[in-house]
């Protein structure tokens, strides 16, 4: 069941819920969560995001989002980032973290290029850890659902941050979900063939979930301009998370692996083909195979970055021994 954001009368959500049932019809059922005094308005700076009786944000644009060079790293939150030695060095070059992967910057003392967010549940159930991620980072990504859902649990987290919004391209705000067959003949999406799997070549106007963040964030790294991507704690496992949780959040990886988290990668492999650009995971056990996606041992990739580093810091000449 949809997680329904409160509202001062019951009976108006229950109006709510019957109107998207019987008028809005299928595809604007997925609307049936946000509440009626939601709202959200696109200027040519941005985005007004308001919810009469708690407030109004400001997000940019995706198109505002800026790269920072040619090379970036996703860190996720697979117990394999236990095995990294001196993981600081993810952060002399822009990196990109997801949900609760964002503690490990601040356990460094460093600080998260992006922070991607795209379930609503991680903030309402773990609104400390996204606070501290929001303070940490340069740039903090959520989709609508998730900015309603930090306006409830942690809305100090978003206020006075360089907040970005980030559109679902199949479940739009307030708007009718495009149909698969629609979707596999968009030319600015890579569909497989029903459509009901996309990955976006176009990520300002959205992108598509496939049951982790991951997915949503290679999307919107490839889509500002990044041509190669380092990703870490990628396992795609139901193990526990690289930090410490006194009250675990259930991890549902291994119930949307077969049918989304695969498939959506094939579309990746499939976008690298096309495009030239590359994208490594350095998990070597990883579920997701290296007959899709790359693997290599995440210690050298880490190696490879720190010598990457030396070279820029040198101007090209190797590092001195």
Same mark, same amino acid.
């Given at each position: 069941?949809?997680?329904?954001?409160?509202?001062?009368?019951?009976?108006?959500?229950?109006?709510? %819920?019957?109107?998207?049932?019987?008028?809005?019809?299928?595809?604007?059922?997925?609307?049936?969560?946000?509440?009626?005094?939601?709202?959200?308005?696109?200027?040519?700076?941005?985005?007004?995001?308001?919810?009469?009786?708690?407030?109004?944000?400001?997000?940019?644009?995706?198109?505002?989002?800026?790269?920072?060079?040619?090379?970036?790293?996703?860190? %996720?939150?697979?117990?394999?980032?236990?095995?990294?030695?001196? +993981?600081?060095?993810?952060?002399?070059?822009?990196?990109?973290?997801?949900?609760?992967?964002?503690?490990?910057?601040?356990?460094?003392?460093?600080?998260?290029?992006?922070?991607?967010?795209?379930?609503?549940?991680?903030? +309402?159930?773990?609104?400390?850890?996204?606070?501290?991620?929001?303070?940490?980072?340069?740039?903090?990504?959520?989709?609508?659902?998730?900015?309603?859902?930090?306006?409830?649990?942690?809305?100090?987290?978003?206020?006075?941050?360089?907040? !970005?919004?980030?559109?679902?391209?199949?479940?739009?705000?307030?708007?009718?979900?495009?149909?698969?067959?629609?979707?596999?003949?968009?030319?600015?999406?890579?569909?497989?063939?029903?459509?009901?799997?996309? !990955?976006? +070549?176009?990520?300002?106007?959205?992108?598509?979930?496939?049951?982790?963040?991951?997915?949503?964030?290679?999307?919107?790294?490839?889509?500002?301009?990044?041509?190669?991507?380092?990703?870490?704690?990628?396992?795609?496992?139901?193990?526990?998370?690289?930090?410490?949780?006194?009250?675990?959040?259930?991890?549902?990886?291994?119930?949307?692996?077969?049918?989304?988290?695969?498939?959506? !990668?094939?579309?990746?492999?499939?976008?690298?083909?096309?495009?030239?650009?590359?994208?490594?995971?350095?998990?070597?056990?990883?579920?997701?195979?290296?007959?899709?996606?790359?693997?290599?041992?995440?210690?050298?990739?880490?190696?490879?970055?720190?010598?990457?580093?030396?070279? %820029? %810091?040198?101007?090209?000449?190797?590092?001195?021994?």
């Amino acid at each position: 069941m949809a997680f329904r954001f409160p509202e001062q009368s019951p009976f108006e959500e229950l109006l709510r %819920a019957a109107w998207y049932r019987f008028v809005g019809g299928q595809r604007q059922w997925h609307n049936r969560g946000f509440a009626s005094r939601q709202s959200i308005e696109e200027d040519d700076l941005g985005f007004t995001i308001r919810w009469e009786g708690r407030g109004e944000l400001r997000a940019k644009s995706l198109r505002q989002l800026r790269r920072r060079g040619d090379v970036a790293s996703v860190l %996720a939150s697979g117990p394999s980032v236990r095995s990294l030695r001196r +993981l600081e060095r993810l952060f002399d070059r822009p990196v990109c973290c997801v949900n609760g992967s964002v503690e490990m910057a601040a356990a460094v003392g460093r600080r998260a290029d992006y922070y991607f967010v795209s379930d609503y549940r991680f903030i +309402l159930e773990k609104p400390e850890l996204f606070r501290a991620g929001t303070r940490v980072a340069d740039a903090v990504v959520l989709g609508p659902m998730a900015v309603f859902a930090a306006m409830i649990a942690a809305p100090d987290a978003v206020e006075g941050v360089e907040l !970005f919004l980030r559109e679902d391209l199949r479940r739009p705000f307030k708007r009718p979900r495009p149909t698969n067959r629609e979707l596999a003949r968009d030319p600015n999406v890579i569909a497989n063939a029903s459509g009901d799997l996309v !990955f976006s +070549l176009d990520p300002i106007r959205g992108t598509c979930a496939a049951g982790t963040v991951v997915f949503d964030a290679v999307q919107v790294l490839y889509g500002i301009g990044y041509r190669e991507i380092f990703m870490f704690g990628v396992d795609l496992s139901d193990g526990p998370r690289f930090y410490s949780e006194t009250d675990p959040a259930v991890n549902e990886l291994s119930h949307a692996y077969e049918r989304g988290i695969e498939p959506a !990668f094939e579309l990746v492999a499939e976008y690298l083909r096309r495009s030239g650009r590359r994208l490594v995971n350095g998990s070597p056990d990883s579920r997701l195979p290296d007959s899709i996606i790359p693997k290599a041992d995440g210690n050298d990739l880490l190696d490879l970055l720190e010598r990457r580093n030396e070279r %820029a %810091a040198t101007g090209g000449r190797p590092a001195a021994a």
